[in-house]
T-cell receptor
Framework: DAGVIQSPRHEVTEMGQEVTLRCKPI?????LFWYRQTMMRGLELLIY????????DSGMPEDRFSAKMPNASFSTLKIQPSEPRDSAVYFC?????????????FGPGTRLTVT | EDQVTQSPEALRLQEGESSSLNCSYT??????LFWYRQDPGKGPEFLFT???AGEEKEKERLKATLTKKESFLHITAPKPEDSATYLC?????????????FGTGTRLTVIP
């Protein structure tokens, strides 16, 4: 299994530009999660999907952030317009949720730098 | 409010010097406690899930234990390759159906 795939691995952009991060979950997993990690705040959940449906987006910082999951094998996280405070590592994770079983498997992350 | 506190923030060990990392949690209805390892520049790597007090899991030099208030990750005779940040996370009834709430981690350095 290829694991969770994220692209790009690194993104440097200027303030005000649109940024799109991409994720391919592990085949057969029914839940997908987007996290942001910073030194100050650690790992924070932004949004998660179950069976392609957004379940909880309460962690999305503001309206500049949006996420979609058009099918079971692809998700995007978009920031428009981007700001320097959005600089962080963004992780996508997926899991096959059954009852209490919820082991999440993480991708390698996208390091975003907004100048 | 759900809380997860990990201690210490950082730990330096000599190779072979056994120790334990702590994860204290306050949640309403624990559904599972998870341990992850994170190497610099990589995503967290799943290690263990513990579901009930008294449960133990082992993998190589690592053993995770769980009580009603905390979990320990015991590292026996660590090697330099065990150096990483270790994260714990809880899955609780109030956190949401599938959410995990992560602690801030313990950064472990094992010196040869």
């Amino acid at each position: 299994d290829a694991g969770v795939i994220q692209s790009p691995r690194h993104e440097v952009t200027e303030m005000g530009q649109e940024v799109t991060l991409r994720c391919k979950p592990i085949s057969g997993h029914n839940s997908l999660f987007w996290y942001r990690q910073t030194m100050m705040r650690g790992l924070e959940l932004l949004i998660y999907f179950n069976n392609n449906v957004p379940i909880d987006d309460s962690g999305m910082p503001e309206d500049r952030f949006s996420a979609k999951m058009p099918n079971a094998s692809f998700s995007t996280l978009k920031i428009q317009p981007s700001e320097p405070r959005d600089s962080a590592v963004y992780f996508c994770a997926s899991s096959r949720t059954q009852g209490n079983r919820n082991e999440q498997y993480f991708g390698p992350g996208t390091r975003l730098t907004v100048t | 409010e759900d809380q997860v506190t990990q201690s210490p923030e950082a730990l330096r060990l000599q190779e072979g010097e056994s120790s334990s990392l702590n994860c204290s949690y306050t949640v309403s209805g624990l559904r599972g406690l998870f341990w992850y390892r994170q190497d610099p520049g990589k995503g967290p790597e799943f290690l263990f899930t513990l579901y009930s007090a008294g449960e133990e899991k082992e993998k190589e030099r690592l053993k995770a234990t769980l009580t009603k208030k905390e979990s320990f990750l015991h590292i026996t005779a660590p090697k330099p390759e065990d150096s990483a940040t270790y994260l714990c996370a809880v899955h609780a009834h109030q956190t949401g159906a599938n959410n995990l709430f992560f602690g801030t981690g313990t950064r472990l350095t094992v010196i040869p």
